[in-house]
């Protein structure tokens, strides 16, 4: 069963942390990080996105490798169609130069020819017999000449339906391709999205878990304390006591009878001795203190609490710090990046260990967290370093600093 003392420093604790939250909630309008749960949401909406992205580019993708084999196939067959026109153009001059030669061979002698063809006849029978053969040669050349035209019609009407085709399938072609390019855009742009998301998810269940491991070591060290006060006000009241005991005891009083001796003549009396001896035991307090292990949200509430003030200026070192963390040009983690030689001042003047000690305000966890948990300040998101403002350097003035 949970005594009194502890209840009551499990109590302060919960009303530090609700202090905290509500100081969270109404400070300055720089964006907050999304919670684990919200990113979570996030990351398996932008999954399904991607699926259903890549399930369309499948199916785009066959689309339009049909289109290209129908292309192929009509590419084919406009050139044969090409070929066979070509083809019946000639048959069409080679009969019609035949029938040429025919009129020019039959009527090139004028009404002569007709006359010789009847003065030759033996008959009106034979007359008539070699009549009806050349009217029948020149009807021969005409049908001919109107089958090879007709021919050559269709063959051009094939040939321009197969090129509109072609061009339709072309357009076709075009569309889709360009719809493919549109969807690989986007594919790519949510994959970015989806990592960026992932990534500050798992940064923020790493800021949860740090912040966890943070409340109960705040919770461990408050019980830790009150034992340890109770205990020295234990041992100070049983010192204390012991030390009485110790006086009184040491406090001694001696009294020696008279004693007297009878001679003859001669009776001495010797007076009582009294001595008094007084011993004074004062005991020594010794305080020996062991230093708790420092989680990385309280190292870096401690540090921003020591370089700046206000949200809006611990979220800026926050940023940079974070920023130096990401970048291979600094140590990749946060402790080392803090400590790193030469780069901030409270860490050798003794300013980083005494808030360490006292530890950091609530907005300094606060803005720890946030920044653990993926929030940046905007106007410095890629900046490495910073100077005061006192300094004259040139650049993102935030909070009494200066970033670049």
Avoid at 42 to 60: P, R
């Amino acid at each position: 069963m949970i005594s009194m003392k502890k209840k009551r420093v499990l109590r302060s604790v919960l009303a530090t942390t609700i202090c905290t939250v509500t100081i969270a909630s109404v400070s300055t309008p720089v964006y907050s990080a999304p919670s684990s749960k919200e990113l979570e949401s996030t990351t398996s909406n932008l999954k399904g996105e991607l699926n259903d992205l890549n399930s369309q580019l499948a199916t785009l993708s066959k689309e339009l490798d049909d289109t290209s084999s129908q292309i192929e196939e009509l590419s084919a067959k406009v050139e044969k169609s090409k070929l066979d026109l070509a083809s019946v153009q000639l048959d069409e001059e080679a009969q019609y130069d035949s029938m040429k030669d025919r009129i020019k061979f039959m009527y090139e002698g004028g009404t002569s020819s007709l006359l010789q063809i009847l003065l030759t006849s033996e008959n009106m029978g034979d007359f008539l017999n070699k009549a009806e053969y050349v009217a029948t040669i020149s009807d021969y050349d005409r049908s001919m000449l109107n089958q090879l035209q007709d021919v050559r019609k269709s063959v051009e009407k094939k040939q321009e339906e197969l090129e509109e085709q072609q061009s339709k399938l072309s357009g076709l072609q075009k569309t889709l391709t360009s719809k493919r390019e549109e969807l690989n855009s986007k594919i790519s742009s949510t994959s970015g999205e989806l990592a960026n998301y992932q990534a500050q998810l798992e940064r923020a269940k790493a800021a949860e878990e740090a912040l966890k491991i943070a409340q109960n070591n705040a919770v461990s060290g408050s019980l830790k304390a009150e034992d340890k006060k109770t205990e020295t006000k234990t041992d100070t009241t049983a010192t204390a006591s012991n030390n009485n005991n110790n006086n009184n005891n040491n406090a001694n009083k001696t009294t020696q009878p008279a004693q007297t001796t009878t001679n003859k003549n001669t009776t001495t009396t010797t007076k009582p001795n009294t001595t008094t001896n007084t011993t004074t035991n004062t005991g020594n307090n010794n305080t020996s203190s062991t230093p708790s292990s420092t989680s990385d949200v309280a190292l870096f509430a401690a540090i921003l609490q020591c370089e700046a003030g206000g949200y809006d200026g611990m979220l800026a070192v926050a940023t940079v710090i974070m920023n130096r963390v990401a970048s291979p040009a600094y140590p990749n983690n946060l402790h080392d990046v803090i400590y790193q030689s030469g780069q901030f001042a409270p860490t050798w003047n003794g300013s980083l260990n005494k808030v360490l000690k006292q530890g950091a305000s609530s907005t300094a966890y606060q803005v720890a967290q946030d920044a653990l948990a993926g929030a940046r300040h905007s106007a410095v998101i890629n900046c490495l370093q910073f100077r005061s403002a006192s300094t004259g350097v040139s650049g993102v003035n935030v909070g009494g600093n200066v970033f670049f």
